[in-house]
């Protein structure tokens, strides 16, 4: 098996997982009990807490656990907009947003919010210009993702940082940072709220953050026993916690080797494609332009979910768009056509997404095996 869908989700590393059972069988005390058997949990979890804080250029207290990054997504939003609740705000995001960011903002326009939908460059990023000539007084929040999980854009959050502090200091800025989080180097996160998923990045599903900077006004979620400063409530998961912290330690002591790795494949494959194919374009930015693993690719007149198939009876899995949008039999229409893709380029997209686990070798057989589909579905659709 060739596993090349890792923007849906990765493979557990197997430190990760140890460390989950771990935390299941011997140590599953609860984080919240005051006796030495519950204080040492408690102190892994902060540990790990002050290490993903490290990362993303922010405090322990600024980090929030939650379930996943759908959760970090739909508190960011809904906890912006409850401190503003019975005033009409102005609530910013882009047409290119993963589902749980965009359904959001769908629902508070439902509910009579001011909502924007930036458009999208032809490579996947957001319209900055429009962004600026959309801000006003009235701005209650801006979410604008750092890579895009379709077609691997990456967005530059200072320049957005800056354009909006320059036309509305007073909104929040976040930003779904879930297919950023180790594919890009770490730096300081220039946004106020930030989600991420350890499923992204080769920890446990079930475990999420939402990292939420100090001055930052925001309503609870979960209500309960006040865990995670009262702004989540539920016991911890301490399994997903602390592999997900596994992981991370991975990718930061060997993350530059890892994405190094990562562009290699995705060269390879796009240099053994392209010379073997015509009528191959990328949806998204430049070959080296965007996120290190991923790879959105139109192969003109073969429909994206045959080439799918065809492959997987190869034992090679990809992806036509996002895993969510994908069950709806939706291809990736709206992110694509909002890029400005026709409808046959749309149609004909493929999603190959890279992960640690890859190898430069294995492209060989991937291109061998689309070169070989493609030819033959071409053949056949003539
Ligand atoms: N945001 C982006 C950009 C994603 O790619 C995904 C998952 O595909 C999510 C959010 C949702 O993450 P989770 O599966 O942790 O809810």
Known sequence: MIYLDNSATTRVMDNAAQIALNAMTDNYANP????????????????????????????????????CATESNNLAVFGVANVHRGRKRR???????????????????????????????PDGTVKTDQLASSLNENTALVS???????????NDLGEIAAIISRYSPNAVFHSD???????????????????????????PKGVGALMIRQRVR???????????????????NTPGILAMDAALRH???????????????KQRLMELLSTQLG??????????????????????GVPGEVLLHALEERGIYVSTGSACSQK??????????????????????????????????????????????????RRFGR
């Open 251 to 265: 990718y930061i002591e060997n993350g530059d080797a890892i994405r190094a790795k990562l562009l290699k494949c």
């Open 177 to 203: 940072g879930v297919q950023a989080f180790g594919k890009l180097p770490f730096e300081p996160v220039p946004a106020q709220l930030y989600s991420i998923s350890g499923h992204k990045f080769n920890a």
């Open 32 to 67: 919240a009990s005051v006796y030495r058997f519950a204080v040492d949990t408690d102190r892994k979890v902060e540990a790990a807490r002050a290490n993903l804080a490290k990362a993303l250029g922010a405090q322990p207290g600024e980090i929030v656990y939650t379930s």
């Open 328 to 377: 709806k039999n939706q291809t990736s229409n709206r992110v694509l056509e909002a890029m400005g893709l026709s409808g046959d380029r749309a149609r004909s997209a493929l999603r190959i997404s890279l992960g640690m686990y890859n190898e430069v070798a294995e492209m060989d057989a991937v291109a061998a095996a689309i070169v070989e589909n493609v030819n033959r579905l």
């Open 91 to 121: 609530f910013i995001t882009t047409q290119v947003e993963h589902p749980s960011i965009f359904e959001t903002f769908r629902a508070l326009d439902a509910m009579g919010q001011d909502v924007v939908f930036l458009g999208s460059n």
């Open 218 to 236: 925001i309503g609870k979620g979960l209500l309960g026993g006040s865990q995670e400063r009262g702004i989540r409530s539920g016991t911890l």
């Open 144 to 154: 604008v993702m750092h890579v895009n999980n379709e077609v691997g854009a990456i």
């Open 279 to 300: 009528d191959v374009y990328i949806n998204g930015p430049d070959i080296n332009q965007g996120a290190p693993n991923i790879l959105n690719l139109s192969f003109l």
